[in-house]
Nanobody, 119 residues
């Protein structure tokens, strides 16, 4: 059974940094991509960063140059380094894993970790 557990969220001031972690277990398939999503109250879920098989990364325009997605060598822990945080970055952040030939909606998701940026 696949489990994704996020941690690292919290309350930080504008301009600060946080490092989110997502520990994965029970993965017995080839992973096509890993990602961080976020959702703020009253807003749609937003794809923040993607790390594809082969190491390719993509970022939402709103976080480019500030956020970095990475994976440990054992491929068990996904990170999101967030710098120069802004109030609009406040949201619930979730990690997700997508097998090949499946959509994100058919992938595996964690419960999320709350990030709150205070001005």
């Amino acid at each position: 059974q696949v489990q994704l557990v996020e941690s690292g969220g919290g309350l930080v001031q504008t301009g600060g940094s946080l490092r989110l972690s997502c520990v994965a277990s029970g993965i017995s398939f080839s992973v096509a991509a890993r990602a961080w999503y976020r959702q703020a109250p009253g807003k749609e879920r937003e794809l923040v960063a993607t790390l594809k098989n082969g190491g390719y990364t993509n970022y939402a325009d709103s976080v480019k140059g500030r956020f970095t997605i990475s994976l440990n060598n054992a491929e068990t822990e996904l990170y999101l380094q967030m710098n120069s945080l802004k109030s609009e970055d406040s949201a619930m952040y979730c990690c997700a894993i997508k097998p090949f030939f499946r959509d994100w909606s058919d992938g595996y998701w964690g419960q999320g970790t709350q990030v709150t940026i205070s001005s």
